[in-house]
């Protein structure tokens, strides 16, 4: 068995490479072809080397973040199962799996003990977390102009970024709109919404629950939304998710999907997994995948 390992050396804190030496250190025995992302949504051409000599019985560890593991996941065969080890700035794939140390994650691999698990695909890439509109959006895309992120990376403190600029949207009330076809046909607009998520799992932000039943262990999309006119109801919204309140709160409004067909006007920022996207309309369809876990 051959693993090959995709590595993005930029995501996070940058602590890639490093990984990637010690697995080279501590497990001679493995047999092991490596590939280093160069550039940004370079994943496609990663994949596609590392498949002219792939063969049955192989196996990839996706070494990234969350944006990473999605965009090889997009160009990686279905019928593959993977590993990842998370080195992003948010890691909520990760923290929502409980997935190992890197230990443990070589030991899955050579035991061959998988899982299966959900994602959601759309022509347009994958979706292992979350789709976010309104609030979530703009603090990301917020983040990925921000020097303090780079800065805070530098030293393992990336996802406060997020809770700095997550504050700011109170002030700033960045809203959205969007269409959503759900799976009975019915079609459901919002408008002026300061949070949106349609969540195929846990967490998002480095670790800010989306909604406690959400997990890749089943077929179900959670799509959550709120209005936040005011300061005070947006901060009553914060406060909801911070504290874990999802189910008790009177703001926040939930509903289960099994597909979805999602429109977005041109205005609205639309991130998918911590990564802006340019997409104004998927269908989000289940695939069933294996991890090694």
């Given at each position: 068995?051959?693993?090959?390992?995709?590595?993005?050396?930029?995501?996070?804190?940058?602590?890639?490479?490093?990984?990637?030496?010690?697995?080279?250190?501590?497990?001679?025995h493995l047999e092991k072809k490596i590939f280093f992302t160069t550039c940004p949504n370079?994943?496609?051409?990663?994949?596609?080397?590392?498949?002219?000599?792939?063969?049955?019985?192989?196996?990839?560890?996706?070494?990234?973040?969350?944006?990473?593991?999605s965009k090889v996941l997009y160009h990686l065969p279905q019928n593959i199962p993977f590993s990842y080890y998370p080195v992003g700035s948010g890691n909520d794939f990760a923290r929502a799996l409980q997935l190992p140390d890197l230990a443990a994650t070589i030991a899955n691999i050579e035991a061959g003990n998988t899982r299966e698990i959900t994602i959601f695909a759309a022509e347009e890439g994958i979706l292992l977390?979350?789709?976010?509109?309104?609030?979530a959006a703009w603090v990301v895309n917020e983040a990925a102009h921000s020097?303090?992120?780079?800065l805070l990376n530098r030293l393992y403190?990336?996802?406060?970024?997020?809770?700095?600029?997550?504050?700011?949207?109170?002030?700033?009330?960045?809203?959205?709109?969007?269409?959503?076809?759900?799976?009975?046909?019915?079609?459901?607009?919002?408008?002026?919404?300061y949070f949106f998520s349609v969540a195929n799992n846990t967490y998002f932000g480095g670790g800010i629950m989306i909604w406690p039943t959400a997990t890749v262990y089943d077929s179900q999309l959670h799509m959550i939304y709120a209005k936040g006119e005011t300061f005070w109801k947006r901060l009553a919204i914060l406060l909801t998710l911070v504290f874990k309140q999802h189910q008790q709160s009177s703001y926040l409004q939930h509903e289960v999907l099994?597909?979805?067909h999602i429109k977005i006007p041109r205005e609205s920022i639309v991130e998918v997994d911590g990564e802006i996207i340019s997409s104004r309309e998927l269908?989000?369809?289940?695939?069933?995948?294996?991890i090694y876990l």
């Open positions: 068995m051959t693993v090959y390992i995709i590595a993005n050396p930029h995501a996070g804190a940058q602590l890639a490479v490093d990984i990637v030496e010690e697995i080279q250190v501590n497990y001679p370079d994943e496609k051409n990663q994949v596609q080397l590392a498949l002219q000599t792939w063969q049955e019985g192989d196996t990839f560890l996706v070494i990234g973040g969350d944006g990473t593991l977390n979350s789709l976010d509109l309104g609030f020097t303090l992120k780079r403190l990336g996802k406060l970024t997020y809770i700095f600029i997550a504050i700011l949207s109170l002030l700033k009330n960045p809203v959205a709109s969007v269409k959503i076809q759900k799976n009975n046909q019915e079609i459901l607009e919002l408008d002026h919404v099994e597909t979805a269908t989000l369809k289940a695939q069933k995948r294996k």
